[in-house]
Nanobody, 122 residues
Framework: QVQLVESGGGLVQAGGSLRLSCADSKRALSGYAMGWFRQAPGKEREFVAAISWSGVSLSYKDAVKGRFTISRNNARNTVYPQMNSLKAEDTAVYYC???????????????WGQGTQVTVSS
């Protein structure tokens, strides 16, 4: 069974960068697409980015295109969203998720991590 653990969150100034990581401690991500979602205080959880198992198919929320890049290392069972040019509105708890049936911007993923806080100061 997949068990996801996020890391890499923290406090950064506007314009700065952060790289999050999401690892599967059970090493069971073979064949799973991975997605990242975020939830800001008082707001609903929203899609941020997703990557297929092969890494060929990618999807990004319009607001992060050109600033965020998602990649994965299947040998390490890890997914990395690189977040550049961060803005105050990127402040949220970021969650990674795994889905057997491919990438989607809808939140019907099979497994979820516990989340990591990203705070961008303006």
């Amino acid at each position: 069974q997949v068990q996801l653990v996020e890391s890499g969150g923290g406090l950064v100034q506007a314009g700065g960068s952060l790289r999050l990581s999401c690892a599967d401690s059970k090493r069971a991500l073979s064949g799973y697409a991975m997605g990242w979602f975020r939830q800001a205080p008082g707001k609903e959880r929203e899609f941020v980015a997703a990557i297929s198992w092969s890494g060929v198919s990618l999807s990004y929320k319009d607001a992060v295109k050109g600033r965020f890049t998602i990649s994965r290392n299947n040998a390490r069972n890890t997914v990395y969203p690189q977040m550049n040019s961060l803005k105050a509105e990127d402040t949220a708890v970021y969650y990674c998720a795994a889905r057997r049936l491919g990438i989607t911007e809808v939140s019907n993923y099979d497994y979820w991590g516990q989340g990591t806080q990203v705070t961008v100061s303006s």
